[in-house]
């Protein structure tokens, strides 16, 4: 089974920064992607960044593109989310999943971590 643990939430104002981390355990791994998801009070989940293991591939959603960036570490299989220029509008819970490369579905998440920005 595969275990997913994030780390590094919190409150910081408007304009600031902050790194999300999550590290996978329980198997080995390979040839996966490791994405962030996000939700809002009353608003859907909605996908953030997404890395892959092998190649290192990256994806953001629109709304980050330039301010977040996303990396891994395979050694640790760790995958880390450098948030940046912070908005109020970025406020939710995060979390990592874990999805194989043969599959289009997410199939393990992470407890969530807060990330509440003030303006």
């Known amino acids: 089974q595969v275990q997913l643990v994030e780390s590094g939430g919190g409150l910081v104002q408007a304009g600031g920064s902050l790194r999300l981390s999550c590290a996978a355990s329980?198997?080995?791994?390979?040839?996966?992607?490791m994405g962030w998801f996000r939700q809002a009070p009353g608003k859907e989940r909605e996908f953030v960044a997404a890395v892959t293991w092998r190649g290192g591939s990256t994806s953001f959603a629109d709304s980050v593109k330039g301010r977040f960036t996303i990396s891994r570490d395979n050694a640790e299989n760790t995958v880390y989310l450098q948030m940046n220029s912070l908005k109020p509008e970025d406020t939710a819970i995060y979390y990592c999943?874990?999805?194989?490369?043969?599959?289009?579905?997410?199939?393990?998440w992470g407890q969530g971590t807060q990330v509440s920005v003030s303006s």
């Open positions: 999943a874990l999805r194989w490369l043969d599959r289009l579905e997410y199939d393990y």
């Open positions: 329980g198997r080995t791994f390979s040839n996966y992607a």
